[in-house]
């Protein structure tokens, strides 16, 4: 009986969608394109494109657009000629009944901000490089330093800070020295943190949680120049910048 139910199901499935397909063109027919409504999905989160912008970029690439009749726009090539923009990861393009042409769409979203000799750059969450925007700049982690070979390192020390809270609101920078060390800078006090070769990491970040909820007082913090977190079991605190 199960099995008779979900073949029923499946096959009502199977009937559902021609028919609404069939019925929003039958009711498309000869409806000319009123609006074309953009809504940047993302926008609370990031900010490198607004509704507007894409839209007045859609009708000034296709100048016809509004007035036209719907079933004669081609919702594919408008979507390809958006997703070509460098801050646009997903589109979708659609029609409605009431003769609107609806864009959705998401942005990349950067993990890094990088600083190398005289470029800088974002690369987002899928590891690609992106340019930096004029009308907005994203609040990520900034990496600079000999970045050679240490990009998945930083890419993976990122996602941990995006995924706690606590780092995420503590470490604004990474330096990679000539060594390989890298060397963290908080948002707050003028110490720096020497996290020194990118493994252990999350032992590493324990320890000094640990330091910072547990270990020195406000006060103290001025006292120190240097976090080392280099040594296995060990966070070593110092007065000179001997890094």
């Not at 726009?73 to 070509?84: A, C, D, G, L, R």
């Not at 800070?161 to 006090?189: L, S, T």
């Amino acid at each position: 009986m199960k099995r008779l139910r979900k073949i029923l199901l499946w096959a009502l499935l199977l009937l559902y969608f021609p028919i609404m397909l069939s019925f929003v063109g039958e009711h498309t027919d000869g409806v000319v394109c009123r609006d074309v409504v953009v809504t940047v999905l993302d926008s609370a989160d990031t900010r490198f494109v607004t509704g507007t912008e894409i839209r007045e970029a859609v009708l000034g690439k296709y100048k016809n657009t509004l007035g036209k009749e719907l079933n004669s726009v081609s919702m594919f090539e408008i979507e390809n000629f958006i997703k070509k923009h460098p801050a646009i990861k997903t589109c979708e393009v659609y029609q409605t009944i009431g003769g609107y042409l609806r864009v959705d769409l998401e942005q990349h979203l950067p993990l890094i901000r990088v600083f190398e000799n005289t470029r800088t750059y974002y690369i987002d969450e899928d590891g690609q490089e992106m340019p930096v925007f004029d009308n907005f700049s994203a609040r990520v982690l900034v990496v600079s330093g000999e970045l050679d070979g240490k990009m998945d390192d930083l890419l993976k020390l990122a996602r941990i800070f995006r995924n706690d809270p606590f780092w995420n609101a503590q470490i604004e920078q990474v330096y990679v020295k000539r060594n390989g060390d890298f060397v963290m800078v908080p948002r707050v006090g003028d110490h720096l943190i020497l996290l020194g070769p990118p493994e252990r990491v999350e032992e590493k970040l324990r320890n000094l949680r640990a330091l910072y909820k547990q270990g020195l007082s406000p006060r103290e913090w001025n006292n120190y120049q240097v976090i080392n977190l280099k040594f296995k079991g060990q966070v070593l605190c110092s007065k000179k910048r001997n890094i």
